[in-house]
Nanobody, 116 residues
Framework: QVQLVESGGGLVQPGGSLRLSCAAS????????MGWYRQAPGKERELVAD???????NYADSVKGRFTISRDNAENTVYLQMNSLKPEDTAVYYC??????????WGQGTQVTVSS
């Protein structure tokens, strides 16, 4: 069993920055991939970025160059540094831990709103 808790969402102006955090508790293994998904109103949930235990990163094309994912294995925590935010980044952001293709754990979500 794994529990994921996100924090750091909020309201920010276009061009601003936010840093999301996700702390995992329970049994975490080196095979686990941790990352972030987001879901905007009327849209399907999409992958934003993820990261393996040994440092391999993957980003959606829409956030490359603006977002940075990082992971603290000792603290079982994954972060998402979001810079140069755009209104189209507005969504609920969900932390995800994927142990295998068929076993996933999800956080409760944190709202990110980019608006002037």
């Amino acid at each position: 069993q794994v529990q994921l808790v996100e924090s750091g969402g909020g309201l920010v102006q276009p061009g601003g920055s936010l840093r999301l955090s996700c702390a995992a508790s329970g049994s975490i293994f080196s095979v686990d991939v941790m990352g972030w998904y987001r879901q905007a109103p009327g849209k399907e949930r999409e992958l934003v970025a993820d990261m393996t235990y040994d440092g391999r990163k993957n980003y959606a094309d829409s956030v490359k160059g603006r977002f940075t994912i990082s992971r603290d294995n000792a603290e079982n925590t994954v972060y998402l540094q979001m810079n140069s935010l755009k209104p189209e980044d507005t969504a609920v952001y969900y932390c995800n831990l994927r142990r295998s293709y068929y076993r996933n754990y999800w956080g409760q979500g944190t709202q990110v709103t980019v608006s002037s």
